[in-house]
Every structure is written in structure tokens, then in C-alpha cells.
């Protein structure tokens, strides 16, 4: 990724001798919310450099060395993590800059240095419009009052996001429990028809096993996980969601068909069966999703979604390990909702959300990109013939 310097006067820094004369945390991330920065990353050998619109900026100042990072970070960390940070080198955090300035904090030990990734998260909790996600998203939150939905994708796909706009959707419309366990909390619920519980791994319980074995006893109707990253909590999302609980959760992994995959890879070979039925079962939906450049006015990147809905074909398919079947059953199933990385990317080409060489770039198959691309031109000239006649 290339670098280019913002001028020392526009973020506001001290210019020239030392930056900790007159740059604080609190400065940067200020300035961050300021220019809409998505990223501040402080390292030592580096001036901080700032996220804007995808690319990194350096701050136009002096290098930091090691003592002006542990000095510049050192009002940042949270007491009850400072052992924490030097028993296990790393540490993840949410900090707040008075009531609408939220971030999430990773500070970590590296190259005999203190290094911070910081991300600002939108103070407002967002929804499906704000997102550009597609209608099957909300119909989907609507709809499903029981079962596990999964969201998908690599870091810094949007996988938390999606998840609070589906928190909050239900939250808005329904009477109901809402347990939220998260590492940290990114975005605050306000209660409204629903009733809001979060807690944050690391402050209000250790770890997420704790907080799903302790989950039952606080009758949730809705449940989120944050992250199933462990054989224990997927078992117990599973589980839930047999129950009778909703169940959001998300996975890191690239799309769907790998999220199938990664849960069976948390069990045993011997175990497969037993956790199959309960998919096949259990689950609702597997929601994929990559953020792809977006050429929109004041729009900087849009998702690109894939998605598999349980319904009965899916479900017997899951149920006897054929999961290579399907690729196919989603491309059949598209009048659902369903659709996969190539038709979703081939719809924002159509909207001018994106640039045809770009869709290219991200498409899992630039050829098959190109020929829904012209399908979907070919209809719509079909279309425009049919009523001019």
C-alpha cells in the first residue's frame, strides 16, 4: 500500500523537535472522527499514520522511537490490562472519547517497541441502507426467529457491522431479549422494543465459553457472539440455536462454503455426523461478505455478499456431506435470495456502485464476471424492447 504525507498543519501536530510536545492520543484520535480516518497506526521508527479512504497517510513530522510510543499510548490502555499486556504481548480493547467517539484498540509488543492498531467505529449504529447490503439481508432478519445465521468474511470485511444492523433491526421491532457477547463491544444498543444486555470479554466475563455457559440462565431470545472461535463456543452456538434461540455469530473465513468447513474443522472426524444434523437443522443462513472500491460519490467501498439459506435442499445436502453441491443449489435458488460472490458483484456493476475492472479484480472468476455482466445487459435490452413495442 503506498504512503503520502498529510501536511503537519492539517492534522493539527507539532512541528518539528519532538511530536509529544504537542500530540496526545486524545489529539489523534479526534482527528481521526475529523477526517474520517478508518485507522491510526502507531509504530516505533514511524510518525503515526492515518487511514483515509483506504490509503495510509503518514503524519509529516518526526519518527517515533520507543519511549514516545509507550509515552503517546500509555493514557490509552486500561489499567486492569496493563499485566495482561505484558504477559501475553498483545492486547484488544474498546475505548471511548467522550460520548460519540468510539474505538477499538489493539496494542501490542513488537520490535523491542509498543505498536497500536486503532480503528474508529461510526458513534451510529448502522442499518441495511447504510450498508448497501442487499434486501435479502433485511428479509432474512425479519423473518427468522429461531436458528443460527452466520456473517462471514476476512478482518475488516464489515462482518461487525452487518451484525449490529441485524442486532438492531430486531431490536427496533421486537419484544425480546437481546444477550450480546462481545471482544470488545464496537457499537452500544440503545434499548427500544427489545431489551439489551452486552457484555465484553475481558471486563464483564474471561472469555466467550464462560459467557455461553452462563448464557442459558440469563434468558435470551436473541443471542450474538462476537466470534466463534473455539470448538466449545461453536458447539454451545449450535446448541442455542437447537434450542430455540436466534443466534447470530460470526466466522473468519472468505465465504461460504469455507464457513461450513471451519466449523466442521473445530470437531472431531468422529463427530462430524452429530454436528451435521445439527446444521442441517440448526442453522438459517451463511451470509459472506468482501468490501470491494466503490465509485459512488461519498460512498468509499460497498459489500460484494454471498449467500446460502437453509431451506430443504440445502439442509439434506448439509446433512449427508455434500457440500460440494452447493455452489449450485445457491445459483438455483437466486428467486430466495441466495446468490454467490460473482452474481452479487455483477448487480453493483449493474448499478455503477462499481467499476467493471475493478469487479475484475475481485471477482473469484473474472470470465464468468463478464458474462453475467453482459446476461444481465442482454435482459435488460430485452426488457426496454418489450415496452417500446
Known amino acids: 500500500m503506498l504512503s503520502s504525507h498529510i501536511d503537519a498543519a492539517e492534522i493539527d501536530a507539532a512541528t518539528g523537535g519532538s511530536m509529544l510536545g504537542a500530540l496526545t492520543i486524545q489529539r489523534l484520535l479526534m482527528k481521526m472522527s475529523e477526517v474520517e480516518a478508518s485507522d491510526l497506526h502507531i509504530k516505533a521508527g514511524s510518525p503515526p499514520v492515518l487511514r483515509i479512504a483506504s490509503v495510509l497517510h503518514k503524519i509529516d513530522s518526526p519518527a517515533l522511537n520507543a519511549d514516545d510510543t509507550r509515552q503517546l499510548l500509555a493514557p490509552l490502555i486500561p489499567d486492569h490490562l496493563r499485566s495482561m499486556l505484558e504477559q501475553r504481548g498483545g492486547i484488544d480493547f474498546s475505548h471511548h472519547e467522550g460520548e460519540d467517539h468510539r474505538f477499538r484498540c489493539s496494542v501490542f509488543h513488537a520490535g523491542h517497541g509498543l505498536h497500536a492498531a486503532i480503528r474508529r467505529v461510526n458513534p451510529k449504529v448502522p442499518d ?174 460497498v459489500p460484494a455478499t454471498e449467500v446460502l439459506l437453509n431451506n430443504s435442499t440445502v439442509s439434506d445436502k448439509i446433512r449427508e456431506g455434500e457440500d460440494e453441491d452447493l455452489p449450485a443449489v445457491i445459483n438455483a435458488s437466486e428467486g430466495e435470495g441466495m446468490h454467490d460472490f460473482t452474481s452479487s458483484i455483477a448487480q453493483l456493476v449493474k448499478r455503477d456502485m462499481v467499476a467493471l475492472k475493478t469487479a475484475e479484480k475481485y471477482a473469484p472468476n473474472a470470465e464468468a464476471l463478464r458474462s453475467r455482466v453482459r446476461g444481465i445487459q442482454v435482459k435488460a435490452d430485452t426488457l426496454v424492447q418489450r415496452v417500446k413495442k
Open 128 to 301: 441495511f441502507d447504510d450498508l448497501n447490503l442487499p434486501p435479502i439481508y433485511e428479509t432474512m432478519t425479519s423473518e427468522t426467529h429461531e436458528g443460527l445465521v452466520i456473517v462471514c468474511g476476512v478482518t475488516g470485511s464489515g462482518k461487525s457491522s452487518t451484525l449490529a444492523a441485524m442486532i438492531d433491526h430486531i431490536n427496533h421491532r421486537r419484544g425480546v431479549n437481546i444477550l450480546t457477547v462481545e471482544d470488545p463491544i464496537e457499537y452500544l444498543f440503545r434499548p427500544d422494543h427489545g431489551f439489551v444486555s452486552q457484555r465484553e470479554i475481558g471486563i464483564d466475563v474471561p472469555d466467550f465459553p464462560t459467557a455461553l455457559r452462563s448464557a442459558v440462565r440469563q434468558d435470551p431470545d436473541v443471542l450474538m457472539i462476537g466470534e466463534m472461535r473455539d470448538r466449545e463456543t461453536m458447539l454451545a452456538g449450535i446448541q442455542a440455536a437447537e434450542t430455540g434461540h436466534l443466534v447470530f455469530a460470526t466466522l473468519h473465513t472468505a465465504d461460504t462454503m469455507q464457513a461450513l468447513a471451519r466449523v466442521l474443522e473445530f470437531f472431531d472426524t468422529r463427530d462430524h455426523a452429530f454436528i451435521r444434523s445439527g446444521l442441517s437443522a440448526g442453522l438459517r443462513a451463511v451470509m459472506a461478505q468482501r468490501l470491494i472500491p466503490c465509485v459512488k460519490e461519498g460512498v468509499q467501498r
